[in-house]
């Protein structure tokens, strides 16, 4: 028996999520238990479940009772719904929390948790659901919840009360009721933020795994990330590698935006993930860690002023997800769909009830007082998403990045910067006898590397690509393509200073400037001297670089990364493979996979990639993982506790 914990904040249904993930566990042939700390701390105060009002139980014993009252009460429900989810000694045992509590009538957070109880309970991994803020917030500020927008409008603008407002004033009515909408949001922001850190600091104390995970997720990703290292100790699981899917994401939507259709690379994108995870690579079962999950970062902005109104939200996956679609409220029809939903329920949040009787604009007003209330909310969302997608990043073992050239043919400063996460991580996570191997996986576009060579808009970039030509084409005039002898020695032949400073001063043509390094490289006579049998013609060389250039320019863009980049070529694919020596013991390498464009070859390199990330490698094999006989281990200390 084995003793997981769920955690999130209300709002996202996670008791929902744990039947699906105890659903998915019984299809596999587990037994599991489910405990719900609220449920059993409500319990505990038979008075507030049964109340009559329409405030919800837990909102209402929160703010009823004082907080040393809830904290003295919490061990003894968390005990309970441990017992809970272990009767009957499943062989997986889940217990429902929420660590961090909001008392919306002293607008405070606290945390009710007793480290002490959670230690006993010997808990083997803890996994921190999280869901957008608008979706959070659309759940509890319906009424009766802790955001309760009708309640919250009429506590801030009593009817009646000391502040006078025009009832025929929509614009200020409406202004003071988005401030309140916004200010909720924002609580919802920390809240979340809280809860991540709590559950953390939570595992760090009790020694056992923590991950975070966005609800719009498969229901397995779920399954797997909830039992971590151990779900290598059940048969039917396997061991889960976690790679965390980095994309361009700006520049899709802003494609979504002018077309008003996604482009082909979102579906492109989804088919290579859905390969990646399709089947378990050996033993392993590569586990995608989707950023899109969570998809916050778009309120309309018109170039000038921000709008109160979402952009289309990035495309659902279609396979069954943990996430649970919100009821409609009573007063309007039920939603037939995602997207209805969005449109009828979720858009609705920035019109909210502008008066104690409930009125509504129909139409969300913007002026630069409203775009400014807007712009601290997107600056929030902007901070946090940076910071969450960070801690994805480090909490997996595999970084898989799709065509991060896309669009612009060059690393987006999201991308390089979650690329320098994972290394500064896996440099440390390398020195940890029996750490998980962390390895990278690059699949590239010919559209994108094609790209790389489009015109450029502006002077400057001009002069650095013609700078970069020249460059690369000194380099590949070097290389083994020109044709040298068989039977007299190979030296390296390479483009002196003065070769490279006269084409420079060409002015500005490509190809007039390598024309001057190859004179001068190759001039009469030159075959008797460095052993080359025939120089090779300009066209040949021409033609030689014009491949060879554009190897070169992307093989650079990932020397950007790392320096320890070599490169082949083969073919009409280039692979990167970089990293350790291979002369080191034990050593694991990335692999960049090559210039896939076609379906058959997006399948052909995510199955490469899934056998990539499916070898296992430890750092050192002489020791085991950190996760090996945990659940014994964890047995022991539970039994000891209940004794």
């Known amino acids: 028996m084995a003793l997981y914990l769920l955690t999130g904040t209300p709002g996202q249904s996670k008791g929902r999520s744990a039947q699906k993930i105890a659903s998915f566990l019984r299809r596999r042939g587990l037994s599991v238990g489910i405990g719900d700390v ?25 703010g009823q009772h004082s907080k040393l009252e809830i904290k003295d009460k919490w061990p003894q429900a968390y005990a309970n719904a441990v017992a809970k989810a272990e009767n009957h000694k499943p062989e997986v045992a889940i217990v429902v929390a ?58 801030s603008f009593p009817p009646g009360g000391s502040s006078s407002r025009d009832p025929r004033d929509l614009r200020r009515l409406y202004k003071d009721a988005l401030g309140l909408v916004i200010g909720s949001l924002l609580r919802v922001l920390v809240w979340r933020e809280k809860e991540i850190a709590c559950a953390a600091n939570l595992s760090r104390t009790v020694n056992c795994q923590h991950s975070v995970l966005a609800a719009k997720h498969p229901v397995e990703t779920g399954a797997r990330l909830l039992l971590g290292a151990t779900s290598s100790e059940f048969p039917k699981l396997g061991e889960t590698y976690a790679v965390y899917v980095s994309h361009p994401i700006s520049r899709p939507r802003r494609d979504r935006l002018r077309t008003e259709d996604w482009p082909p690379f979102v579906q492109h994108l989804d088919s290579v993930v859905a390969s990646l995870s399709l089947e378990p690579e050996g033993k392993r079962h590569i586990t995608p860690i989707m950023p899109t999950a969570i998809d916050e970062y778009r309120i309309l902005d018109d170039g000038t002023h921000l709008h109160p109104c979402l952009t289309p939200r990035w495309p ?54 409203v775009s400014g209330l807007l712009r601290a909310l997107k600056e929030s969302i902007r901070l946090q998403m940076a910071g969450r997608d960070h801690l994805l990043v480090a909490q997996c073992p595999g970084l898989f990045l799709y065509r991060p050239l896309y669009g612009e043919f060059g690393f987006s400063s999201g991308v390089s910067s979650e690329l320098n996460t994972f290394y500064q ?52 005039l070097g290389t083994k393509n020109i044709k040298q002898s068989q039977t007299k020695p190979k030296p390296s032949i390479t483009p002196g200073y003065a070769a490279v400073a006269a084409a420079l001063q060409t002015g500005g043509d490509p190809e007039e400037a390598v024309k001057v390094i190859y004179d001068q490289m190759f001039p009469p006579g030159v075959e008797g001297s460095i052993g080359v049998e025939q120089p090779p013609s300009w066209e040949t060389t021409r033609d030689i670089l014009k491949d060879e250039i554009r190897k070169r320019k992307a093989a650079s863009l990932a020397c950007d990364i790392s320096e320890k980049i070599q490169y082949t070529f083969s073919g009409d694919k280039v692979d990167y493979v970089y990293g350790p020596p291979p002369t080191e ?55 000891s506790a209940r004794h």
């Not at 943990?322 to 329920?345: H, M, N, V």
């Not at 090559?594 to 995510?606: F, I, M």
């Open 425 to 476: 991580v896996r440099e440390y996570a390398g020195s940890i006898p029996g750490s998980v191997d962390r390895k990278v996986a690059f699949i590239h576009d010919n559209q994108d590397a094609a790209g790389l060579f489009a015109p450029r808009r502006n002077e400057k970039s001009q002069k650095d690509e013609y700078l970069v030509y020249v460059t690369y084409a000194a380099s590949a």
């Open 585 to 639: 013991v034990n050593t694991y390498v990335d692999v960049v996979l090559g210039l896939d464009a076609t379906p058959e070859r997006r399948s052909n390199a995510a199955v490469r990639a899934r056998s990539f990330f499916g070898t296992v490698n430890r750092t050192d094999n002489k020791h085991n993982p950190p996760s090996q006989n945990r659940r014994s281990r964890g047995k022991r200390r539970s039994s």
């Open 98 to 155: 929420c660590l961090e509590y909001y008392r919306n009538g002293t607008y405070e957070y606290y945390s009710p948790v007793d480290c002490g109880s959670v230690m006993q309970s010997s808990p083997l991994s803890a996994l921190t659901l999280i869901d957008d803020v608008y979706e959070m917030y659309f759940r509890l500020s319906q009424r009766g919840q802790v955001f309760d927008i009708q309640a919250l409008q009429q506590r």
């Open 38 to 62: 609220e449920e059993e701390l409500l319990a505990l105060f038979p008075r507030d479940r049964k109340s009559e009002s329409n405030q919800d139980p837990l909102v209402g014993l929160i």
């Open 316 to 369: 659902l996956p279609e396979s069954p997800l943990l996430y649970t679609q919100p009821k409609a409220p009573r007063d309007i029809p039920p939603f037939k769909s995602y997207e209805d939903y969005e449109r009828r329920g979720l858009y609705s949040i920035f019109d909210p009830p502008i008066d104690s009787s409930g009125r509504r604009v129909g139409l969300p007003l913007s002026d630069p007082e």
